[in-house]
């Protein structure tokens, strides 16, 4: 059997990245490129001649104001040096079923709250870079939720669950191109709607299963497929919703393997992880440069904005 050639690409080895990234400086050059690609440019005037001081600051030649290289970025008011921030990127982006806060922390040799909040920034990253992302063609959507087995009521509607929705956008050989993994409210036809406005291209083809929720797509004039599933694990061999179903399967396991258990309020970040590099998966190669432009336009988040995560995003 012929190998999957996106499944077997190369990536970014360990020691290619420690040639590229290995040091300060090396780090420093790179996100200023990101961040600057046409050099710098005051973000207080928006002036593009400057200085850089023997501090490490730069300032602007017009108001003379005066900016780090991280500030107003993801990492703004760090303690920590770069190249602690790009391995943390790396082991983030490289790593199929992601890494733990807690392995995160003995992989740097930082402490698991500063590994935490560090894990957590770059996933706000992937979480804001995704919000602008729709998906379009034919789509396989499904309910489904997070959370591990608690006594009470079982299945939809249960306590500490959280309901998300799943949706993976295919090509015309039937290939799994693109998924969008977003946290909900609840399956009601309202907050379907406010789904779809937000997150799929019009006219898009939408293939569902029967729950009333997803008759929104219809009412919103999208050509919509209903196809009637039953309950048991036969309802999820239907071939109209393979894709849709191996993603959930992934997703889970790699949640239950890597994270064991997740907080509600931060589970968008979780899934926007997943989504992140499964849209990504083309060029392993390109993953961190890629990352690092965002982050350099990505707005800092302070820890008190961390633990208020958006519940829905």
């Given at each position: ?11 970014l ?5 420690l ?17 600057w ?13 400057g ?15 005066q ?11 760090t ?31 930082v402490?698991?709250n500063?590994?935490?909040k ?5 996933l ?9 992302e729709?998906?379009g063609?034919?789509?396989?959507i ?6 591990g087995?608690?006594?009470g009521?079982?299945g ?14 295919t090509?015309?050989?039937g290939?799994?191109r693109r998924?969008?993994l ?19 291209v ?10 009333v ?10 050509p ?6 039953g ?9 109209a ?12 396991n790699?949640?239950t ?6 907080r509600?309020?931060?589970?968008p ?41 958006e519940?829905?995003?």
């Open positions: 059997m012929a190998r999957n050639p996106i499944q077997f690409q190369a990536g080895s360990l020691p290619a990245f040639e590229q990234y290995g040091t300060e400086a090396q780090c420093r050059a790179a996100l200023y490129r990101h961040r690609p046409k050099g710098f440019v005051c973000p207080d005037c928006g002036n593009t001649t200085c850089r001081l023997s501090r490490g600051l730069y300032q602007c030649h017009h108001c003379h104001h900016t780090s290289l991280t500030a107003g970025t993801i990492f703004h008011g303690h920590l040096p770069l190249t602690t921030w790009f391995l943390a990127i790396y082991l983030l982006t490289q790593r199929k079923s992601g890494i733990s806060a807690l392995q995160l922390s003995r992989e740097l040799g402490t698991y500063t590994a935490w560090l894990k957590h920034k770059l706000q990253v992937m979480l804001e870079r995704n919000q602008s729709r998906l063609g034919r789509i396989e499904d309910d489904a939720y997070l959370g087995e608690r006594p009521k079982r939809r509607g249960a306590e500490h669950k959280f309901p998300f929705v799943a949706a993976v956008q090509d015309e050989a290939h799994p998924v969008q977003r946290r909900v409210s609840g399956f009601t036809l309202a907050e379907v709607r406010r789904y779809a406005r937000a997150a799929i019009p006219g898009s083809r939408v293939v569902s299963d029967g729950l929720c997803f008759r929104a797509f219809a009412s919103l004039d999208y919509h497929e209903r196809i009637i599933t309950s048991g694990r036969a309802s999820t061999q239907i071939p919703f393979n894709w849709v179903n191996t993603v959930l399967g992934n997703v889970k790699a949640i393997g890597t994270y064991h258990a997740i509600g309020h931060h589970a970040r979780y899934l926007a992880e997943f989504e992140y590099r499964f849209n990504r998966r083309y060029d392993l190669k390109a993953m961190l440069p890629r990352f690092l432009t965002v982050a350099a336009r990505t707005p800092p988040m302070p820890y008190r904005l961390l633990k208020l995560a519940p829905y995003a």
